[in-house]
């Protein structure tokens, strides 16, 4: 991307995403937890391992984005806007039933868009990478109907084979990354992530006890820099921000540094929803208007972090754990609050 060209903002309404998920059934907040850390610290734990019955905190974006597609282009055809309750109808089912989204996924976003269109009754069809486990494929075909392709060795030849895909088929692509002219649907992706940075916020406000260290791992940044952005807009006590990623894929933070998106080279991880070596520019944005800071973590600490996690009640894996591994590389803190993004697969 050349360094002049314009950084899109981001500007999300986080009560458009909960009164739909309000409106789901499976929907409920997370459990957010304190726990004995292991410097005998305060821990404090959210956890997305059983998030909307799919397992990881990928669900609020995905489902979230493709029902508003939906919806625009239900208005586009000339219909008035969707409520919630409306989605489920006959009518809205069978016009979804003519749309079919694709993306790429490292696993979880993938299991996210699949799962939306089988709710809303359109079609999906999710490019996965050589290295994506079997766990996932199956998930995808057998649980949510989806059409898998295994296409390319790593997570972003994969992204242009989706690409390439969306714009020979016609069908429209939802990707959780973000490039130069293709930035409103993962903006949507990352508007249905707030609704998980609003419900910290009012445990937080109901408890009076904010954390004092945020520590948020970070693929293509959509979680990370969706979380970033609610923080320092409208939490009344501001903690410090780490953003953590493996180092073999420091996309965010060599961005940062350059002060532009930038692309890294490395090898692949065993933090492999972490294992993005494009940043997404929106989200790489957000890094660069927020105070944040980096922490890169080694392939064996996000294993040994998702161990001490898994002793204590929470399976992950080291993609979930890696918060706690940036934690831990970084030092004590008074009241650090980590994610567990996702369960194990």
Not at 117 to 143: M, N
Request: hydrophobic content about 40%.
């Amino acid at each position: 991307m050349n360094q002049h060209q314009t950084i899109p903002g981001f500007n999300p309404d986080p009560d458009r995403p909960r009164a739909l998920l309000a409106a789901c059934p499976v929907y409920a907040p997370t459990p957010l937890m304190t726990l004995a850390g292991p410097d005998g610290g305060p821990l404090v734990v959210k956890d997305e391992t059983n998030r909307m019955n799919l397992g990881a905190f990928k669900a609020l974006g995905g489902v979230y984005a493709l029902a508003r597609l939906i919806d625009e282009a239900w208005t586009a055809a000339g219909n008035p806007p969707l409520e919630p309750q409306d989605y489920m109808s006959d009518a809205v089912r069978a016009f979804a039933g003519g749309m079919t989204f694709v993306c790429a996924s490292a696993g979880n976003h993938g299991m996210a868009v699949a799962a939306g269109a089988r709710i809303f009754g359109a079609r999906s069809r999710i490019f996965l990478a050589k290295d994506v486990p079997a766990g996932f494929e199956t998930r995808l075909r057998e649980r949510q109907g989806a059409e898998v392709v295994r296409a390319g060795d790593t997570y972003e030849q994969s992204v242009e084979a989706a690409k390439r895909n969306a714009e020979d088929t016609g069908a429209i692509l939802l990707a959780d990354g973000s490039w130069p002219g293709y930035v409103h649907p993962p903006s949507l992706v990352m508007e249905g992530y707030t609704a998980m940075a609003e419900e910290l916020r009012e445990s937080f406000e109901a408890s009076g006890e904010w954390p004092s260290h945020v520590f948020l791992q970070a693929g293509v940044g959509g979680i990370a820099g969706a979380i970033t952005h609610m923080i320092r807009a409208n939490w009344a006590v501001q903690p410090q921000i780490i953003i953590v990623e493996p180092d073999a894929a420091p996309c965010l933070l060599e961005s940062h540094k350059a002060g532009r998106p930038v692309a890294v080279q490395g090898p692949s991880s065993n933090m492999g929803r972490l294992d993005c070596k494009e940043p997404s520019i929106i989200a790489h944005g957000i890094m660069q208007r927020c105070d944040v800071r980096f922490e890169l973590v080694r392939d064996g600490e996000a294993a040994d972090a998702a161990r001490w996690l898994g002793e204590h009640g929470l399976g992950t894996t080291p993609s979930g754990a890696a918060g706690l591994a940036g934690l831990l590389r970084h030092g004590p803190c008074p009241r650090p609050l980590i994610i567990v993004t996702e369960g194990t697969v």
